[in-house]
């Protein structure tokens, strides 16, 4: 028995739940009706009952006057009713004779005997042998003399057996149209649900590569009622929400694999050049010693760049990793100094490019890592200077504006075309193509500037024209801690 209970439990749980919701509407519309039908039920009998017992009392108030007169009941009301009359005294009823009476006259007896302790009428409901169910009623003709009829209760159980019959038959084919019909109404509210569930299994088997990154599955549809609406909306939420995870990711991926070849593009070079020399100096021995510093001096330049290279590709690394801290050291320090001292080594090591320093704020005192906001500065001002010709102007300066420490680095050359610009700060990226390593860098000093300036909690930005090219720092006076870019 439990073993049945339990196949059909998992059995009901595997059923869709269309058919689950319209199989309980008609459990609990079968509940529903048979307490209606019972109620009903009992309505009717009580009804019925009252009814016949008002007949019993209307016939018995002609049979007291037969009785009184003839001492008997000699006029028989209806076929199938009997009448008794007793003589009652307190331990016993005697039948009067001649009386239409049943073959078990013990119940009409018994209440006959009831009567004689009671004042008022009494009424019972008994089941006579040979007869069937009848409808007692007992009252005093005189005192000690008690008339008792009994009126058959057959006509009452059939109509009550054939409405019994008539409510099982309705509420039957009611439960059963409101299962079908309401299984397919249910149907139809969830065919959004199962429309989703189409869309999920279809997002589920489609190509997630970065080729096929995007999703083109919606969940369409306005049927279904407010409910059905928020979860559609909620499920295509979710849906943009994934297509703009997996485009981040996709374009997170070509960056990395373009990262890859670019600084293993940046380091063959070196590498090639440091391996080519050392080549030539397995025939040190013949060569002059003028010939072998000049290659000692190639040597040690490539091994610089490839070194710098490495610490750019180093100090990067670092700041896009999650740590704890920042690689910086942040002390209070005059960022007015700072400008001054990078417009003096730029004056220094690139005399062909005329510098001014545009005036400002005599000191500026911001908490900051000193060492490497002035790494910044040089990277502006070495982009600068080896992406213009001769003789171009470069200016440099600070100012205060909106709670905010800016700093200007602008030059007059040919300026940066408007389709590079949303690029320039990207890693290893190059305006010109053509431009050799040795004079156009790596293409990591933007990247390294913009970084080094986010940490700081500050931001750089691009303007400019053609003829004129302008980098903005812009950095917090008042930080609230150094962030992680």
């Not at 209606?36 to 009952?49: F, H, I, K, N, P």
């Not at 549809?221 to 939420?237: I, K, M, Q, S, Y």
């Not at 013949?286 to 091994?303: D, K, Q």
């Not at 024209?465 to 992680?484: D, I, M, N, Y």
Request: charged share 25%; with cysteine; aromatic share 4%.
């Amino acid at each position: 028995m439990r073993g049945a209970f339990r196949h059909l439990r998992q059995t009901y749980r595997r059923l869709r739940l269309g058919t689950r919701l319209a199989l309980g509407l008609g459990a609990l519309s079968l509940l529903v009706f048979a307490v209606v039908g019972s109620a009903l039920t009992m309505y009717m009998r009580d009804y019925l009952e009252h009814q016949l017992g008002y007949q019993l009392q209307v016939v018995q108030t002609v049979q007291t006057k037969d009785a009184e007169a003839n001492g008997t009941v000699t006029q028989k009301p209806y076929w199938g009713w009997f009448t008794a009359v007793y003589d009652v005294s307190d331990d016993s009823a005697a039948l009067r004779r001649p009386a239409d009476i049943p073959h078990d006259i013990r119940p009409l007896t018994l209440l006959a005997e009831n009567m004689a302790h009671s004042d008022t009428e009494l009424m019972r409901t008994v089941r006579l042998d040979g007869e069937g169910l009848y409808r007692l009623r007992a009252c005093e003709v005189e005192p000690g003399v008690v008339l008792v009829s009994a009126a058959p209760m057959e006509d009452i159980e059939h109509t009550v057996n054939r409405l019994v019959t008539v409510q099982v038959i309705a509420f039957a084919v009611a439960a059963g149209a409101l299962v079908v019909f309401g299984r397919k109404m249910l149907r139809r509210g969830l065919q959004p649900l199962s429309d989703m569930a189409h869309t999920a299994h279809g997002i589920a088997s489609h190509d997630l590569t970065e080729s096929a990154s995007r999703l083109p599955l919606r969940a369409d549809g306005r049927d279904g009622g407010p409910e059905v609406h928020e979860l559609r909306t909620a499920f295509n939420t979710m849906l943009e929400h994934i297509d703009d995870s997996l485009a981040v990711r996709a374009e997170a991926e070509q960056r990395l694999r373009r990262f890859v070849a670019d600084a293993s593009h940046e380091l063959r070079t070196p590498l090639m050049s440091v391996r080519g020399y050392a080549d030539l100096f397995q025939y040190a021995a013949a060569n002059a010693p003028e010939e072998r510093e000049r290659h000692l001096a190639r040597l040690r330049a490539e091994a610089a760049r490839m070194g710098v290279l490495l610490d750019d590709l180093l100090l990067l690394a670092r700041l896009d990793a999650a740590e704890v801290e920042t690689p910086l050291r942040p002390v209070e320090a005059d960022l007015v100094e700072l400008v001054e001292h990078a417009a003096d080594a730029f004056r220094a090591s690139h005399p062909d490019h005329p510098l001014t320093v545009t005036p400002g704020p005599a000191e500026l005192t911001l908490r900051l890592d000193p060492q490497r906001i002035r790494q910044v500065l040089d990277n502006l001002l070495t982009n600068a200077a080896v992406h213009t010709p001769a003789g171009t102007r470069v200016t440099v300066g600070v100012r205060v504006e909106s709670g905010r420490a800016l700093v200007r680095v602008a030059d007059s050359g040919p300026g940066i075309p408007s389709a590079d610009r949303d690029r320039v700060f990207d890693r290893f990226y190059r305006v010109d193509k053509a431009r050799s390593r040795d004079r156009g860098g790596s293409g990591l000093g933007l990247a390294v500037a913009s970084s080094l300036v986010r940490a700081h909690g500050g931001s750089i930005e691009l303007n400019g024209e053609p003829g004129s090219t302008v980098f903005t720092v812009t950095l917090p006076t008042r930080p609230a801690g150094l962030t992680k870019p």
